[in-house]
């Protein structure tokens, strides 16, 4: 369980160019919840997957992941139990390096490290084997660098290092954006898939409206740094584009062209 604590950030505090990323916000999300972020730019949605990560500090308020306060601890820290994609298929991943050796290191996160450094022989059934559920063939390129790889294959990869050991939280941080129609709708069936059959908790944020309604259990719509509509259930599946429009409208927000159509 992923609970937020009336939390803000503040930008360039104590200047004429302060800014209020995030207004006193208050969130739970109980496990396995997969919860979609809309918002226009400067909406803050990516400081609220941020603040989470441990890449921004809080000015005040409380983020407890499953009962522990992890307000202030380190980035490093939390990476051990959370997983993160962005945008840029070519983060996350070491391009030099082999789509083995790339699981290898995911696969170690937050083990004992051993001495020397090397893919396992009795570690690339399993690799071969989870690269086979990803359907694009990556079972048979185990060898092959990653940098040979088309973006879409390897936002895939960055998913699966990711989510290889399951974390207690995964952000995604529009990790389909880049990505073009086609490939955005197989790394969304892709990213689902996962995070159902793992039951992950889920914070994803996107600007495509499609997608927040589509995928996962309950999607927020942020404006000027606050959450302000939390949509699930009934509500959430007969809610329009353009009842999202009228929402951004009523709070004084809009969204863009890009926004709407994803």
Known sequence: MLEIKNVSVIFNKDTINERRALDNVSLVLNDGDFVSVIGSNGAGKSTLLNAIAGN???????????????????????????????????????????????????????????????????DRPFFKKECEKLGLGLEHRLKAPVGLLSGGQRQALTLLMATIETPELLLLDEHTAALD??????????????????????????????????????????SNGKIIKILEGESRKNMSIQDILDLYSQNADSLSDSAILG
Not at 85 to 113: H, V, W
Not at 195 to 219: C, D, P, Q, S, W
Request: avoid cysteine; charged fraction near 30%; charge should be positive.
């Open 181 to 222: 129609p086609k490939t955005s709708k197989q790394i969304m069936e892709i990213t689902d898939k996962i995070v159902k059959e793992n039951n992950i908790t889920t914070l994803m944020i996107t600007h495509n409206i499609k997608n927040a309604l589509r995928y996962g259990n309950k999607t927020l719509v942020m």
């Open 56 to 122: 921004v500090t809080v000015d005040s308020g409380k983020i407890y992941n499953n009962g522990y306060d992890m307000t202030y601890e380190k980035e490093h820290k939390r990476s051990k139990y959370i997983g993160r994609l962005f945008q840029d298929p070519l983060k996350g991943t070491a391009p030099s390096m082999t789509i083995e050796e790339n699981l290898g290191l995911a696969y170690s996160r937050g083990k004992k490290m051993r001495m020397g450094f090397g893919v396992r022989k009795s």
